[in-house]
């Protein structure tokens, strides 16, 4: 166990003593006490800045299920080290924030909330920091565990408990395909680590279960990342406190299946599927977020379809550069790895403004007491640091100098320029669909970003449509927004501090195979690059957006704006509904509750298993060769035996009917007496006697056979099961008695017949065997025996005083 | 009482005890010829009950005043107890001896730990029987 292990395990570690300091330091707001971890914990993976921008990496090993091949290894390289400088800082961020943002500390259970936190914030690093799958998928479920109860943190709200249950029905589905996708991929290399699964991924490309592990796996990524059409759990996810929002929905759970998607780009990357299916889905996710974006009338709903769009940026970019890992590059080649490039740029951007845009929308909830964008209007004179705030993040979203938006929208629209001149995938054909539909989404993000700030800071201010006197926030709530709206001004005028301390790293791990040794990457970020097609792009984009947005006014009224909810919702929850119905239907269909139609189930999977066995093994075999000489009197006790038999269903008095059931007993005793077994004899002439005395005392207090009238149908389908196990029951008798003779089995009889009168003293060979070869089985049956008597004890006399009860 | 009364009980009373007599034999005899706890249990049986349906359940209970689940208490120990006599030497579950042994007036007789067993069995088998039909027999709900 090292440091690192503790780091990762750190969180549930104080998570385990967060009750305990909330019950005992009731005045103090439990939040301080989370506060400290996830800053130490950020400095301390500062320090692995050096070390990992040099090229390098850490790996720490502890066996976990060694049989299994499942370790927890702790391995950081840029990926890991980049999401887990995201994961604590801006959980140092949102904790501090939450304290001022939930504020009551008594009504507020505040120990579950930060508990939850803490719990999402460590699987969270084991996601990004293990190298073995199973931890990872672990540690991904946790995540899904942790998220769907901080939605459902007001669980006194039906919307929360919707939310909740959605994202938890959404991502557990995909977390178990991608269990089913690791599992595949240790079918194909035989370990779980990812270092080993990478080092063998000419094996898995050849391999004929690649596609199977590959959609897999892309069904967990694209379900934890909020891609179309698993997206719609993350709007019914704002029902969260906002701080949630702005941890788990905007900046890290959701990039979750980035991450997935940008460790496994070694190993399914420079195939055309992956290509198609990552920028495909993502062109799409990024269009259809932004384009329902606009619709929103909630300031968080206007933001979940943002993040949504955006995830959707960052996936066609990493597909985009997938195609990189197709050609062996030489050092210095950028054309293809731009789209990488861009896609963690955009990665660390799009955490940085849209965690502060969470937190401005958050305040303004806050302190006004709605986020519904009608009631809102003129808070740029009342809140200043949050309105600047929510200018550079919302400009930055849409893309507009000096702002780090630009920087990475610029590199987007490079990269999706450069599909087109792909010459692999069908690009040639298809490759223009590419900046076409990214400009027409990046014009759609323009408009909402405008909407977002214009209508909530600009324009009349309506007190008298607000709960609250608005005002300014505290100053603990601004420090979040203002440290992440610097961070993007920084970022944005000086991208370059990024380029090779964190970005290089990070598309090393992303494309292993593309830099030799003591290469690296060419990364050179900057604003101006000239007249080129990507700043006409840009151009056009403000000049469309900005009449999107001027004329809003004209559109409000259309279908498709008064539609706020995603059509798919519909099919979501129609589908939940109809997967209830048709469960009943089913449980219905099936359980009458009539003991006659479970009966008529049995047989009729009794008659269907040994036709089956009879037919489907062509064992149907009639031997009448080897049987004993059938003497007369058999053949009479036969036919009485078979006429009192049928004579049964047409009598309509109990007491008839048992006395006929007590002469086939009789005449089964007689049979025994033919066949030579007189103690078989003895005992069924003796138990037939008791037997019809009881039934005669039990079915004198029963009331005469009602004369039932069964429908024909009824009739015929009981008598044809009936008929059918009878035929099949003899069949299977017949064919077991001739294979006997073909495959002949020397009989145990033997031994008992020559041991029993000098190994037990006895010459009553039934006897012997039943108290000394086979005692046990005789001292069970008279057990069963008493259980039997003890029962009907239990049952005549201790029912009777709670059978009201019954 | 009147005169079928009369020759019933007289009746009873004798073929019971020719019925008793001859469960008993089935009984001992169980080892080397047809028959054994579970037939001679059942015999004993039908001669009670014979006794039962002639004369009244409480003048039967009154001569015979079993407990018929303490018997099968005793009937399961019995043979339970008998399969625990090998374990006591270190040999398995229900391991039965048998000898020949010189007693006082019956000479040489052949005894088994199978016979403890079976009366065991034959117990039980006679509490089953009984105490099933007297249950259902005196319910009056």
Known sequence: MSLLHLVVLAPFLLAILIPFLYKKFRHIHTGWFVLGLPLVLFIYFLTFLPEISGGGAVQETVPWIPSLGIDFTVFVDGLGLLFALLITGIGTLVVLYSIYYIANKKDEPLNNFYVYLLMFMGAMLGVVLSDNLMVVYVFWETTSLASMLLIGYWFHKERSRYGAQKSMLITVFGGFSMLAGFTLLYVMTETFSIREIIAQTDVIASHELFLPAMLLILLGAFTKSAQFPFHIWLPDAMEAPTPVSAYLHSATMVKAGIYLVARMTPVFGGEPQWFWLLSGFGIFTLLWGSVSAVRQKDLKAILAFSTISQLGMIMTLLGLGSAAVHFDLANGETLYTTAILAAVFHLINHATFKGSLFMVVGIVDHETGTRDIRNLGGLMTLMPITATAALIGTFSMAGLPPFNGFLSKEMFFTGVLNATTLDLFNMQTWGLIFPVIAWIASIFTFAYCMIMFFKTFTGKHQPEKLKKQAHEAPMGMLIGPVILASLVVVFGLFPNVLSYSIIEPVMRSILPSLVSDGGEFYVNIYHWHGPNTELMMTIGVVIFGSLVYLNLKRWQEAAFFLKERDPLNWLYDNSLVWLIDGATWVNDLQLTGRLRDYMAYMFVFFAGFMAWGLFYFDAIAIDLENTAPISTYIFVLVAVLILATISIPFINHRITAIIVVGVIGFLLALLFVVFRAPDLALTQLLVETVMVVMFLLVFYHLPELKKESFKPTMKISNLAISIAVGVFASLTALSAHAFSYENPVDAISNYFIENAYTLAGGNNMVNVILVDFRGLDTLLEVLVLAIAALGIVVLVKYTAKGRENL | ?141
């Open chain 2, 1 to 141: 009482m009147n005169r079928q009364r009369l020759i019933l009980h007289s009746m009873t009373k004798v073929v019971s005890f020719i019925i008793l007599s001859f469960s008993i034999f089935l009984f001992f005899a169980g080892h080397n010829e047809p028959g054994g706890g579970f037939i001679g249990g059942l015999m004993t049986a039908s001669a009670l009950l014979l006794l039962y349906v002639s004369f009244d359940i409480q003048t039967i209970r009154r001569v015979i005043p079993f407990d018929y689940v303490k018997m099968i208490a005793v009937g399961l120990l019995l043979a339970i107890g008998t399969g625990l006599i090998g374990m006591l030497f270190g040999l398995p579950f229900l391991t039965q001896f048998d000898d020949y042994f010189q007693l006082p007036i019956l000479g040489e007789t052949h005894l088994a730990t199978a016979l403890p067993f079976d009366l065991g069995i034959y117990l039980v088998v006679i509490g089953v029987a009984l105490l099933v039909i007297l249950t259902i027999a005196e319910d009056d709900s």
